[in-house]
């Protein structure tokens, strides 16, 4: 780590910031109450004792020690070890009041001496301007701290800033003007849930090369930066987990446990995808439902989505790890007779003309695959591509004796609907049991469910088992 910077705590922020902070800096950190700059503040301090051997510094205008170790707890941080380590001290200014600037100064001193601080933080400089006689002392403690305590003994220092709710300014106007960085939380609504991000404002001796991230406090303050596909450095076999009764695993423990074990027998499911979401993206979530389906060498039938050229498909199926040969027995892939494909075992051309001969020679390769394999089999459907070659009634009519198939033979339907279709997503809800959606927001994937409702969660790739699956973080 460059000797220069100091870390945040956060490594998706530090990315962004070229390492840290820069060592020695006055950060403002600002935003309405309860968008999680107390959290934020705690994981710098912590980190910085545990990970740095930067012991820190709080200094609370606001909140008891017994209130703040309480409610840090659950995020991790063991703020009374620390203290009884030696590396941290907890600063309650409750009492202040009316005091003199020189007064609370000599006691921050004294607090970061003790300790032989490099990190420190003020909460907050909105309870400071309150505690204080006058409000330009206030001015005179901002500057003050800056000159004896961020740059005489470079103490990296946050302080925290209270922006009332409707504020167009940042407390008393003066000190994002004397900060090195300004960083400011959000709380609001994305998808009608709940959404935090944060915006850096200023950073000074810095290339920011993002200045919007999402984040979540689920876990002590977690930012998500823009989605990363993670090289596979050796590849091993997939494995399968088991079905729960009455269920189909969707492959993945964090979306089996999303969905209440998994998706049900006879159940239709639509996946949408949003704006932006490409399709290796989009296959995080779906592939390992059709390579648990492989791996039991149960069928796997699918019409792709309109772009996705069929040796995608069998490329993914074979990164499931099963031999070829029993890829060739289970899995069928419908295209339609325009794309000229070579002739291949598990290829279906249809003419892409007449929907009603089409969904009998489907039902037919259906049947097939089912009495080969002799079990319920996985129907994977691009919604877009029927819409393309039927239009919307007759895909719609397609849609619907697809689902009663599915459910009488207790099989799985998984639906693919891209964007630009939001009357179709809207009539497909009222059909599917299960409908999740896809979405892109400051460059992180973020998937939820509206049926059933669930929270916004990010995405990220986890590729420690050889193979990719979804590890999902929910916004809280």
């Known amino acids: 780590m460059d000797e220069q910077r100091v870390s945040t705590g956060i490594d998706e922020l530090d990315r962004v910031i070229e390492g840290g902070f820069p060592k020695g800096s006055l950060i403002l950190l600002t935003g309405n109450p309860g968008t999680g700059k107390t959290v934020f ?22 909140e008891s020690r017994e209130t703040f170790y309480k409610n840090m707890r659950p995020f991790g941080f063991d703020f009374k070890r620390l203290e009884e380590e030696g590396k941290f001290r907890y600063l309650s200014m409750l009492t202040v009041r009316e005091s003199r600037v020189s007064s609370i100064l000599k006691l921050i001193l004294e607090e970061i001496n003790k300790v032989k601080a490099k990190r420190l933080v003020i909460d907050s400089f909105s309870a400071i301007a309150q505690a204080l006689e006058k409000p330009h002392d206030a001015r005179i403690l901002i500057h003050t ?17 209270e922006v009332p709710f409707g504020a167009d300014r940042i407390g008393l106007g003066i000190e994002e003007f004397v900060a090195d960085g300004v960083i400011h939380l959000r709380m609001g609504r994305l998808e009608e849930r709940l959404f935090r991000d944060m915006v850096i404002r200023k950073m000074r001796g810095t290339e920011v090369s993002e200045d ?7 876990g002590g303050f977690k930012a998500f930066t823009s989605f990363e596909t993670k090289n596979i450095e050796r590849r091993e076999k997939f494995k399968p987990l088991p079905d729960p009764p009455g269920k189909f695993s969707t492959g993945s423990e964090e979306l089996d446990s999303l969905l209440n074990g998994g998706y049900p027998r006879g159940s239709i499911i639509l996946l949408e995808i949003g704006r932006n979401v490409s399709t290796q993206q989009y296959h995080l979530i779906l592939s390992p439902t059709p390579w648990s389906f492989l791996m039991r060498e149960a069928g796997v039938i699918v019409l792709p989505s309109s772009g996705v050229d069929y040796n995608i498909v069998w490329r993914r199926a074979v990164e499931s790890g099963l031999p070829k040969e029993k890829i060739n027995h289970c899995l069928r892939v419908c295209i339609f007779r325009s794309l000229a494909a070579e002739k291949k075992p598990w290829l279906i051309e249809f003419e892409g003309k007449n929907m009603d001969e089409d969904f009998e020679r489907y039902l037919e390769v259906a049947n097939e695959l089912r009495e080969e394999t002799g079990k319920p089999l996985l129907h994977i459907t691009g919604i877009d591509l029927l819409l393309a070659h039927y239009g919307t009634d007759d895909s719609l009519k397609v849609i619907n004796l697809s689902a009663t198939m599915i459910r009488e033979n207790g099989s799985l339907g998984i639906f693919l609907l891209k964007p630009g279709y939001p009357r179709i997503s809207n009539i497909l809800n009222s059909l599917v049991d299960i409908h999740l959606k896809m979405i892109r927001e400051h460059g992180a994937l973020l998937l939820y469910g509206l049926k059933p409702r669930t929270k916004l969660h990010f995405l990220e790739m986890n590729v420690s088992r050889g193979y990719s699956v979804p590890k999902l973080t929910p916004v809280v």
């Open 41 to 62: 503040s705690a994981r710098f301090l912590y980190r910085g004792a545990t990970d740095y051997g930067e012991n820190g510094v709080y200094v609370n205008f606001a």
């Open 145 to 161: 701290v800056l000159d004896r305590i961020v740059r005489y003994i470079e103490c990296t220092t946050i302080v925290i800033v």
């Open 212 to 218: 919007e991230i999402g984040f979540t406090i689920k």
